[in-house]
């Protein structure tokens, strides 16, 4: 089996030993405002704020070979032409390696005598990349060599810069200044922003045409410039802005010479744009120029970066006897889960940046991952995110994260979207007992003067489900509930219409679903306990309502969501079965068997046994657990485009690892210790083993693995931006290792087989640390309550 690289867990990275993986394994750079992906070749692109909207590199979606453009070096050492990251020359290296940490990503090539590092971040809270590139001669005789840089700039709109080539071609406006290359397009006009890519010395050439730097029959492997040495010195006009820069240099044997090259985005007050007449105020990129241009000031900067880290780390980390939990708690899953916060699902390897902003449940699902690392920055978005619900408690599915205004594109309409909410309201309650949370003004549709306080919002969102129920007393599904793709008011025969976006036929519609069922009972119990609590005090005849809605949604899955031996799925526009053997195909789903039983609908008849019995029956396979089964083998235009994709894929019995961790959660609850540690080993990448087969990142969580019926069992896609991070992460350290915040203190209850049943926790809880020993014996349900209390507390608890 061909490895491509391990971890190295002291230094909290993934090293990657060739550089010719599966698929690029990529990382992320940034924490605010600047954010980058980069590739373990150095491919990818940066964006200010928003992938579509203020992109700032250009990247080649669909390219052949895959992965074309990024920050690419050039070396020239008498006639071999490299590149560190061995893309996009391709030379073969003598040596590679390419480590992707926390934040950043450090590349190393080295061929002949000539050893070539180059360090990729982001500083936290500055709008730039920093590419540190340190050049070694590890030879013995003098190298006289030349170095290239390269990057191309995009027009902005990641979109339209695709598409609207008769303006884009005129419209390229660069600057050349000493300290650095500006890209200046449509500065002019409206824009108040332009980009840069300065270096800390004065360069011997540079280009930003890119035809002349390239030639324009050459690919990235070969620029023209490159090839014969020189530089065609080009002011851009139109055409593809670039930025390179060159360097004639000489080395000794056994020096180092050091290169710091800045990559920034600056945006102007408009009455600031100008200092003089086109001439672009640069005040802003020569600060940060000076401020990373050396090696003292990049220093600083890495090494800020590195806290940030470091503090981000410290608040949850185990020790066990298991290498690959530790590494994926301590370290992959909470830095996945920062990143996916971060980017919602927009930009990634497998999303284009163009497509999708931030979406409601997907952002409020992605905050059980973050409550506890970043509590101020959950706070904000939780408000942001309540200010795109509507006034009858639906809400937009996405919004833009430079506006934060609902994109009216998708709309609304998917009816499990206010519910999550409520869960990413009790998610940062519960961690950071900030209640007051609750009476801050939200407006509706962003709509000033229409401001209600965030409680209001949550009774709305639950009104939304009792507001809209069907013949069975089950929630409507509408547009679809969490999974998008079991669309059954669509009836779509037109291949041209997005399954997302097209009519939503709900007048008259018998469509329920009982995963939102599922969903509402467990989320309703959570709302009745936070109202409930001293601290929000709610009005009890209100609290008795929430608790009698439950309760009839309760009996209505008993009485018309059982199937027999599981959980049906849904009834369909006529009031037709899903997910019920009564069918073909599509017998049993995995998100009501999860749901139901994370609700304990029936325990104690019996029904969540029998339906966890039944997702292993059914569902379980190699690699973890599908989503459905059997497969559909046909389009059925009653359900809508999750049988649009072929067997084993995406939601067509994938291995959509998102919702395992719901099942492995009502395994927890249910007490099945043996059945939670295997399905989360068969999810989590450190424990898998074939990383050709997996084909992507042997180091995050995918959103999709193929299941049993696709071509290739096991093959991963749709790696990093996905809701698995937050539900691995609540999944693990909640239900396995059993650390679980509650409004008062922390409840320690594991579910864990004990062969791995004694580690120690490390917990920061507000204003309290806990370090825990825990050892867990196997009693059935047992439990240690830990008030909360402020300070230090060394605790070892027997269960
Ligand atoms: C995908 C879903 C996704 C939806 C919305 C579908 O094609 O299969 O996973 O949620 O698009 O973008
Ligand atoms: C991915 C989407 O981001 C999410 O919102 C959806 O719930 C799942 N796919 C399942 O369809």
Request: glycine share 10%.
């Given at each position: 089996?061909?490895?491509?690289?391990?971890?190295?867990?002291?230094?909290?990275?993934?090293?990657?030993?060739?550089?010719?993986?599966?698929?690029?394994?990529?990382?992320?750079?940034?924490?605010?405002?600047?954010?980058?992906?980069?590739?373990?070749?150095?491919?990818?692109?940066?964006?200010?704020?928003?992938?579509?909207?203020?992109?700032?590199?250009?990247?080649?979606?669909?390219?052949?070979?895959?992965?074309?453009?990024?920050?690419?070096?050039?070396?020239?050492?008498?006639?071999?032409?490299?590149?560190?990251?061995?893309?996009?020359?391709?030379?073969?290296?003598?040596?590679?390696?390419?480590?992707?940490?926390?934040?950043?990503?450090?590349?190393?090539?080295?061929?002949?005598?000539?050893?070539?590092?180059?360090?990729?971040f982001?500083?936290?809270?500055?709008?730039?990349?920093?590419?540190?590139?340190?050049?070694?001669?590890?030879?013995?005789?003098?190298?006289?060599?030349?170095?290239?840089?390269?990057?191309?700039?995009?027009?902005?709109?990641?979109?339209?810069?695709?598409?609207?080539?008769q303006?884009?071609?005129?419209?390229?406006?660069?600057?050349?200044?000493?300290?650095?290359?500006?890209?200046?397009?449509e500065?002019?006009e409206?824009?108040?922003?332009?980009?840069?890519?300065?270096?800390?010395?004065?360069?011997?050439?540079?280009?930003?045409?890119?035809?002349t730097?390239?030639?324009?029959?050459?690919?990235f492997?070969?620029?023209?410039?490159?090839?014969s040495?020189?530089s065609?010195?080009?002011?851009?006009?139109?055409?593809?802005?670039?930025?390179?820069?060159?360097?004639d240099?000489?080395?000794?044997?056994?020096?180092?010479?050091?290169?710091?090259?800045?990559?920034?985005?600056?945006?102007?007050?408009?009455?600031?744009?100008?200092?003089?007449?086109?001439?672009?105020?640069?005040?802003?990129?020569?600060?940060?120029?000076?401020?990373?241009?050396?090696?003292?000031?990049a220093?600083?900067?890495?090494?800020?970066?590195?806290?940030?880290?470091?503090?981000?780390?410290?608040?949850?980390?185990?020790?066990?006897?298991?290498?690959?939990?530790?590494?994926?708690?301590?370290?992959?899953?909470?830095?996945?889960?920062?990143?996916?916060?971060?980017?919602?699902?927009?930009?990634?390897?497998?999303?284009?940046?163009?497509?999708?902003?931030?979406?409601?449940?997907?952002?409020?699902?992605?905050?059980?991952?973050?409550?506890h690392?970043?509590?101020?920055?959950?706070?904000?978005?939780?408000?942001?995110?309540?200010?795109?619900?509507?006034?009858?408690?639906?809400?937009?599915?996405?919004?833009?994260?430079?506006?934060?205004?609902?994109?009216?594109?998708?709309?609304?309409?998917?009816?499990?979207?206010?519910?999550?909410?409520?869960?990413?309201?009790?998610?940062?309650?519960?961690?950071?007992?900030?209640?007051?949370?609750?009476?801050?003004?939200?407006?509706?549709?962003?709509?000033?003067?229409?401001?209600?306080?965030?409680?209001?919002?949550?009774?709305?969102?639950?009104?939304?489900?009792?507001?809209?129920?069907?013949?069975?007393?089950?929630?409507?599904?509408?547009?679809?509930?969490?999974?998008?793709?079991?669309?059954?008011?669509?009836?779509?025969?037109?291949?041209?219409?997005?399954?997302?976006?097209?009519?939503?036929?709900?007048?008259?519609?018998?469509?329920?679903?009982?995963?939102?069922?599922?969903?509402?009972?467990?989320?309703g119990?959570?709302?009745?306990?936070?109202?409930?609590?001293?601290?929000?005090?709610?009005?009890?005849?209100?609290?008795?309502?929430?608790?009698?809605?439950?309760?009839?949604?309760?009996?209505?899955?008993?009485?018309?969501?059982?199937?027999?031996?599981?959980?049906?799925?849904?009834?369909?526009?006529?009031?037709?079965?899903?997910?019920?053997?009564?069918?073909?195909?599509?017998?049993?789903?995995?998100?009501s068997?999860?749901?139901?039983?994370?609700?304990?609908?029936?325990?104690?008849?019996?029904?969540?046994?029998?339906?966890?019995?039944?997702?292993?029956?059914?569902?379980?396979?190699?690699?973890?657990?599908?989503l459905?089964?059997?497969?559909?083998?046909?389009?059925?235009?009653?359900?809508?485009?999750?049988?649009?994709?072929?067997?084993?894929?995406?939601?067509?019995?994938?291995?959509?690892?998102?919702?395992?961790?719901?099942?492995?959660?009502?395994?927890?609850?249910?007490?099945?210790?043996?059945?939670?540690?295997?399905?989360?080993?068969?999810?989590t990448?450190?424990?898998?083993?074939?990383?050709?087969?997996?084909?992507?990142?042997?180091?995050?969580?995918?959103?999709?693995?193929?299941?049993?019926?696709?071509?290739?069992?096991?093959?991963?896609?749709?790696?990093?931006?996905?809701?698995?991070?937050?539900?691995?992460?609540?999944?693990?350290?909640?239900?396995?290792?059993?650390?679980?915040?509650?409004?008062?203190?922390?409840?320690?209850?594991?579910?864990?087989?004990?062969?791995?049943?004694?580690?120690?926790v490390?917990?920061?809880?507000?204003?309290?640390?806990?370090?825990?020993?825990?050892?867990?014996?196997?009693k059935?349900?047992?439990?240690?309550?830990?008030?909360?209390?402020?300070?230090?507390?060394?605790?070892?608890?027997?269960?």
């Amino acid at each position: 089996m061909t490895q491509f690289g391990h971890f190295d867990d002291a230094a909290r990275e993934y090293v990657i030993t060739r550089p010719d993986t599966p698929w690029p394994w990529i990382n992320y750079l940034g924490t605010r405002d600047f954010f980058s992906l980069i590739s373990n070749t150095a491919g990818g692109y940066c964006f200010c704020r928003d992938a579509k909207f203020r992109r700032i590199l250009r990247y080649r979606y669909n390219g052949v070979p895959m992965d074309a453009g990024g920050r690419y070096f050039y070396i020239k050492d008498g006639d071999t032409v490299w590149s560190p990251g061995w893309k996009p020359c391709k030379t073969p290296l003598d040596t590679y390696e390419c480590r992707h940490g926390m934040g950043y990503t450090r590349i190393v090539g080295e061929k002949a005598g000539l050893r070539a590092e180059v360090l990729f971040f982001v500083p936290p809270d500055a709008r730039c990349e920093i590419h540190r590139v340190k050049l070694t001669n590890t030879g013995k005789t003098t190298k006289r060599f030349q170095l290239w840089s390269f990057v191309e700039w995009c027009l902005w709109n990641a979109s339209t810069d695709m598409e609207n080539f008769q303006r884009n071609l005129s419209t390229g406006e660069v600057e050349i200044e000493p300290d650095a290359l500006y890209h200046k397009t449509e500065y002019r006009e409206r824009r108040d922003h332009y980009a840069f890519y300065g270096v800390n010395r004065p360069y011997d050439g540079f280009d930003t045409d890119r035809e002349t730097f390239m030639g324009m029959y050459n690919g990235f492997e070969a620029p023209q410039q490159v090839l014969s040495g020189t530089s065609g010195n080009t002011v851009a006009h139109g055409w593809s802005p670039i930025a390179s820069h060159r360097f004639d240099l000489e080395l000794a044997p056994g020096a180092s010479d050091e290169l710091i090259f800045v990559l920034g985005y600056v945006k102007n007050p408009q009455e600031a744009k100008f200092t003089a007449p086109g001439v672009i105020n640069k005040a802003q990129a020569r600060k940060m120029l000076q401020a990373y241009g050396t090696p003292a000031g990049a220093d600083i900067a890495f090494e800020t970066l590195k806290s940030y880290w470091d503090d981000i780390l410290s608040r949850f980390s185990v020790a066990s006897a298991v290498p690959e939990l530790d590494r994926t708690v301590n370290i992959w899953n909470q830095y996945q889960c920062m990143i996916t916060f971060f980017f919602s699902r927009s930009a990634s390897y497998f999303e284009s940046g163009i497509g999708r902003g931030m979406g409601f449940r997907d952002s409020n699902q992605d905050l059980a991952g973050i409550v506890h690392l970043i509590p101020a920055r959950a706070r904000q978005r939780i408000l942001d995110i309540a200010a795109t619900q509507f006034p009858d408690g639906g809400c937009y599915h996405q919004y833009q994260p430079l506006t934060k205004r609902g994109n009216n594109d998708i709309g609304g309409g998917f009816n499990d979207d206010p519910l999550w909410l409520i869960f990413g309201t009790v998610a940062y309650i519960k961690e950071t007992g900030d209640f007051g949370i609750l009476h801050e003004k939200v407006p509706f549709d962003n709509k000033p003067g229409t401001e209600v306080s965030l409680l209001e919002h949550l009774k709305i969102s639950f009104a939304h489900v009792t507001d809209n129920l069907g013949p069975h007393g089950l929630p409507l599904i509408g547009r679809a509930d969490w999974n998008d793709c079991l669309n059954l008011n669509c009836f779509s025969d037109n291949p041209d219409e997005s399954f997302q976006t097209t009519e939503n036929k709900t007048e008259g519609s018998k469509a329920e679903s009982l995963m939102i069922a599922g969903l509402f009972v467990a989320e309703g119990k959570d709302f009745a306990e936070l109202l409930a609590h001293p601290a929000v005090a709610a009005d009890p005849k209100y609290v008795a309502k929430v608790r009698s809605a439950v309760a009839a949604m309760e009996k209505a899955v008993k009485a018309h969501g059982w199937d027999g031996e599981w959980f049906l799925r849904a009834y369909g526009y006529y009031g037709d079965k899903i997910g019920s053997n009564e069918n073909e195909e599509g017998k049993i789903f995995i998100e009501s068997q999860g749901w139901c039983t994370m609700a304990r609908i029936g325990a104690d008849e019996g029904l969540c046994d029998k339906a966890l019995d039944a997702a292993v029956k059914h569902l379980e396979c190699e690699h973890g657990l599908v989503l459905n089964a059997p497969a559909y083998t046909r389009y059925i235009k009653d359900y809508g485009e999750i049988s649009s994709y072929p067997q084993g894929y995406k939601e067509n019995a994938g291995i959509f690892c998102h919702n395992n961790p719901w099942v492995i959660i009502g395994e927890a609850m249910a007490g099945r210790a043996d059945d939670v540690w295997r399905h989360y080993c068969k999810i989590t990448p450190a424990f898998t083993k074939d990383q050709s087969l997996r084909k992507v990142e042997p180091y995050v969580f995918c959103q999709m693995v193929a299941g049993r019926d696709a071509a290739r069992p096991g093959e991963g896609k749709n790696s990093w931006l996905t809701g698995t991070a937050a539900w691995t992460w609540k999944c693990v350290s909640e239900f396995i290792l059993g650390i679980k915040p509650q409004y008062d203190g922390l409840l320690i209850e594991p579910c864990i087989p004990v062969a791995y049943g004694t580690y120690k926790v490390h917990r920061r809880f507000r204003d309290a640390e806990y370090d825990l020993t825990i050892r867990c014996t196997g009693k059935p349900g047992a439990s240690h309550f830990i008030p909360y209390i402020p300070g230090h507390h060394t605790l070892d608890i027997e269960l």
